[in-house]
């Protein structure tokens, strides 16, 4: 049955690939080379390596996990910083009222806007990239999370103090958990920025990764290799969406289970 | 064991202000269980909050056991009117009655073996691995009074603890409180609305006036125990006592000199 379903929902893609395929073989324009022909470079590209490698080759060995590697530092880097801020400043109305308006003049500058800057500051590299990253990533968790922190339930609050908890207990069991479904909410709406920063990142100033490849196939004038990388980009960020929502679903089971049923 | 004396409090400044308390004395023994009314709106949830060190009163003093109260009392625990905001949906239930153990210094299995024991007392035996919502709202306020138990407070306050159940849950949980209490040797303020409630659960009977509130009437409720809610509630005593309080609420001062 849930094969059926799956199948169901699925329908639609190859009905799509099919008529792809035909618009653009009838089309013969270069710009939009036919899918089969960008899934024979994508293999060339990536899965025709030796098969005690998994059959990668040496790009895809080189470019992906360099670029998951950056994309995961940045994001797991800007998630400790925006919780740990975030939750500051949900708690604290002091340094709310001192350190929002920074957080507002911050956010509201595009984060390419700013690769110059890491450029100079950091040259070329990881650090630069990561930078960029983080930068362009941390503010949806920073004011989910300081948004999630303001917002625990008055009375979650008196509860613990009517039953003594210290202030580390009430942190991690009461105020943590609360704004929770919060900073889930930012993780994965910056989980996706983190994808899009990582590409432009590379294309700037870079010698790998999937940014790097894609304007390396650019120059080369090499479209079905330039549209194998979106697809690869595309499909990554399906991935980590997938993963992520595993993930929040486990955690936040609970949060599921009672607005269910209040 | 609590004493208040002239206790008041004034929310806001200026011309808008409002009084809730105005001037309340009241002491509590040990070992009793006062149930306060008052009309709706009259500062019952301001008085709790004041005992309970939520709110600090902006004139008299409360003291518990000798002390003054001027943050949260160590032995003391509160069973709040609206559950599903009182416990924790992120934590099963038995955490959730677990929780509070960790302040006495108690380890792992001796806080979950408090837990199971006073999830038991309120006949949720096997309920520690759910979690809270899972639960219907009578239960849920009974794993509110087990965590209560599970914390062995001198003083136990109760905010409306049965007002957004249906009926017949209420009653259960009014025998369940009956039940504990002689149980535990614990002193209970349970605040409510409904006269019948205060009079079928009290020793004692504290009526306050509309806003600021103060002492309208302090009636003993001697009724035979065990208490049963259908016998007791027949009683001529009873009756009559609930009339008393219904006129003591509604404003009309007959008789106070019945308080004892």
């Known amino acids: 049955m849930r094969f059926l379903r799956a199948l169901g929902r699925l329908w639609l893609v190859p009905v799509v690939l099919v008529a792809w395929e035909a618009a653009t073989r009838l ?59 975030g939750v500051m400043l949900g708690r604290s109305a002091l340094l709310s009222r001192f350190i929002d308006p920074l957080v507002q003049f911050g956010r509201a500058i595009p984060p390419p806007a700013l690769l110059p800057f890491f450029l100079a500051l950091f040259s070329v590299g990881a650090q630069m990239q990561i930078a960029t990253i983080v930068f362009g990533i941390v503010w949806p968790i ?45 993780l994965r709406l910056s989980l996706s920025l983190a994808l899009i920063l990582m590409v432009i990142s590379e294309l700037v100033g870079s010698v790998n990764g999937i940014g790097f490849q894609l304007l390396d196939a650019q120059r080369s004038y090499d479209l079905p290799g330039v549209w194998g990388t979106i697809v690869v ?18 955690v936040l089971s609970w949060h599921r289970g009672a607005n269910r049923t209040t | 064991m609590l004493e208040i004396s002239n206790l008041t409090h004034v929310y806001g400044g200026g011309p808008g202000a409002h009084h809730a308390l105005g001037g309340i004395d009241l002491k509590v023994a040990q070992g009793e269980l006062v149930c306060i ?168 009977v504290v009526v306050l006036s509309k806003a600021p509130a103060t002492v309208a009437g302090d009636l003993r409720v001697d009724l035979p125990g065990p208490r049963d809610q259908i016998t007791t509630r027949e009683n001529p005593a009873f009756v009559h006592l609930r009339a008393e309080v219904g006129r003591l609420v509604r404003g009309m001062r007959n008789d106070p000199a019945v308080s004892s």
């Open chain 1, 27 to 85: 089309a013969e324009d270069i710009f939009f080379p036919p899918p089969t022909t960008i899934a024979a470079r994508m293999h060339e590209m990536w899965f025709s390596g030796p098969a005690e490698r998994l059959w990668l080759t040496d790009a895809a060995l080189e470019n992906i996990p360099t670029s998951v590697g950056r994309l995961f530092a940045g994001w797991l880097l800007a998630g400790v910083i925006g919780v740990v801020l």
């Open chain 1, 142 to 186: 920073l004011l989910n999370s300081s948004d999630g922190a303001r917002h625990v339930d008055r009375q979650h609050l008196e509860t613990s103090t009517v039953f003594g908890l210290s202030r580390s207990q009430r942190l991690f069991w009461v105020i943590l958990p609360s704004a929770m479904p919060k900073i889930f909410a930012g």
């Open chain 2, 37 to 204: 009314v008052g009309p709706s709106g009259c500062g019952k949830s301001t008085l709790l909050r004041s005992i309970a060190g939520l709110l600090r009163p902006t004139g008299g003093t409360v003291t518990l056991g000798g002390k003054p109260v001027e943050r949260t009392p160590d032995d003391l625990a509160v069973v709040f009117q609206d559950y599903s905001r009182s416990l924790f949906p992120w934590m099963s239930v038995g955490d959730n009655v677990a929780l509070p153990l960790r302040r006495k210094g108690m380890d792992r299995p001796r806080r979950r073996e408090a837990a199971t024991e006073a999830l038991e007392q309120v006949g949720l035996a096997g309920a520690a691995g759910k979690y809270p919502w899972q639960l219907s709202g009578g239960m849920q306020q009974r794993v509110s009074i087990a965590r209560a138990l599970a914390y062995r407070p001198a003083l136990m306050l109760m905010d409306e603890p049965f007002g957004s159940v249906d009926a017949q849950t209420r009653e259960d949980l009014e025998d369940l409180t009956l039940r504990v209490r002689s149980h535990h040797d614990m002193t209970i303020l349970l605040i409510t609305h409904d006269i019948d409630e205060s009079v079928y659960v009290g020793d004692r």
């Open chain 1, 233 to 250: 980009l595309g499909v990554l960020g399906y991935l980590l969406n997938s993963v992520f929502l595993v993930a929040e679903r486990r």
